[in-house]
């Protein structure tokens, strides 16, 4: 097959850790016999240094007409300024918009090799394998705000959602579920917020067609605890977007670093295979304390890779043996600093890529 991929490599470890993960496409292809087609385009820091604006026209235009998007990550202390028109974050929050991508799904799944590298303990997380899926385009990233200026002294964000929002994300968290293990935990703060109350009659209305799922709707602080607490019983759970963004970054943990954790972005439109045209990215910001050291982990980008051939190309196989190659390396104790215990030899970025591009030829 051939496929028109946008790469935007963004900030920070973002060009480092998507160096790896295009490697490991080129890998796939050859392997495989398809062509992909790489478009680098610009967002983020590196765009307003170049063309003033965190989101150029082009960047959008490229990215809606391919079949997915490949983003390391954005952003950093140089383009930290309060009073800037413009930051490298509304980049990100930008292209969501423009795709349309209203779901973002993040598998978190322990690698039993990596079991000593979380700080949770062992028995805990055994058996942890759980699909976060967080709403991306509402909610209080979205909501009508009042910046404070540098003299002001109020500012404001609503979390604004309606029934449509929330029902295709609960649906397609529902969906998801019967997929898998068919249980869903619906993540709200419907005891105190009007807009939790709204998100748990909608997603009770919507799971009363999914008889076959085991539901609960659980509060948001109280889901916090209980990801550390007894994080294996959970399989998907689904939350806003601000209570998703905090959530996941925790359940990242589960996970042992937030360098391995892979995401996929997916909205209603079709890329030119009838397939969603998603937006894939490791989980993991920019690392300005670590970039340009190479020492970076690339497993959540190339990871991303993997979702993005199983998502929007509809190449199972591939995914797997690129996910089968992730593991065998692992396997083989080969560790990014980020991943690494004592007593074993840690590896720098490229190295690790060389390793997985190895075991997938
Ligand atoms: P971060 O995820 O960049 O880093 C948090 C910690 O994890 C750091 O210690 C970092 O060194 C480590 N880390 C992250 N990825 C790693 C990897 N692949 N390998 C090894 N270690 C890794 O979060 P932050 O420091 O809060 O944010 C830094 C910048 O990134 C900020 O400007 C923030 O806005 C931006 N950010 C961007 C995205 C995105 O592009 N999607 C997401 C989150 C944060």
Request: glycine fraction near 10%.
């Given at each position: 097959?051939?496929?028109k991929i946008v790469v935007l490599d963004g900030d ?26 790489y478009d680098h385009q610009l967002m983020g820091g590196c765009a307003i240094d170049e063309l003033g604006t965190s989101l150029p026209d082009e960047t959008v235009a490229a990215a809606k007409a391919a079949?997915a998007v490949l983003l390391?990550?954005v952003?950093?202390?140089?383009w930290?300024?309060?009073?800037a028109p413009d930051r490298p974050e509304r980049g990100i929050l930008g292209i969501r918009k423009a795709l349309e991508l ?35 385009t ?129 909205g209603?439109l079709?890329n ?5 045209l998603?937006l ?82």
């Amino acid at each position: 097959m051939e496929a028109k991929i946008v790469v935007l490599d963004g900030d920070g470890i973002g060009p480092e850790v998507t160096a790896e993960a295009v490697k490991i496409l080129d890998v796939v292809g050859e392997r495989f016999g398809h062509t992909f087609h790489y478009d680098h385009q610009l967002m983020g820091g590196c765009a307003i240094d170049e063309l003033g604006t965190s989101l150029p026209d082009e960047t959008v235009a490229a990215a809606k007409a391919a079949d997915a998007v490949l983003l390391g990550a954005v952003g950093g202390p140089k383009w930290d300024i309060p009073t800037a028109p413009d930051r490298p974050e509304r980049g990100i929050l930008g292209i969501r918009k423009a795709l349309e991508l209203f779901a973002n799904l993040r598998p978190v799944k322990l690698n039993e090799q990596l079991i000593e590298a979380s700080t949770i303990k062992p028995d805990v997380l055994a058996g942890t394998d759980m699909l976060v899926i967080r709403e991306l385009t509402g909610g209080l990233y979205f909501g009508p705000r009042k910046e404070a200026g540098e003299e002001g002294f109020e500012a404001y964000d609503t979390m604004l959602y309606t029934r449509p929002e929330i029902e295709r994300v609960v649906r397609l968290a529902a969906d998801a579920a019967m997929g898998r293990r068919k249980k869903l935990a619906s993540v709200d703060k419907a005891n105190v917020l009007a807009s939790g109350r709204l998100w748990r009659r909608v997603a009770t209305d919507v799971l009363a067609e999914y008889p076959e799922l085991e539901v609960e709707h659980v509060l948001v602080d109280s889901m916090a605890m209980h990801l550390i607490r007894r994080p294996a019983s959970f399989d998907v759970i689904v939350s806003n977007n601000m209570f998703g963004d905090i959530l996941t970054d925790e359940a990242s943990m589960l996970a042992g670093s937030m360098g391995m954790l892979p995401s996929a972005s997916l909205g209603d439109l079709k890329n030119s295979h009838g397939l969603p045209l998603g937006l894939y990215e490791p989980i993991h910001g920019s690392a300005p304390d670590i970039a340009g050291q190479g020492i970076a982990n690339p497993l959540a980008a190339v990871l991303s890779v993997a979702m993005l051939l199983r998502h929007s190309l509809g190449l199972a196989d591939e995914a797997q043996a690129i996910e089968d190659a992730v593991d065998a390396v692992l396997d083989e104790g080969a560790r990014t600093g980020d991943i690494a215990h004592e007593g074993v030899e840690v590896v720098s970025t490229q190295v690790m890529g060389d390793l997985v591009a190895e075991k997938l030829e």
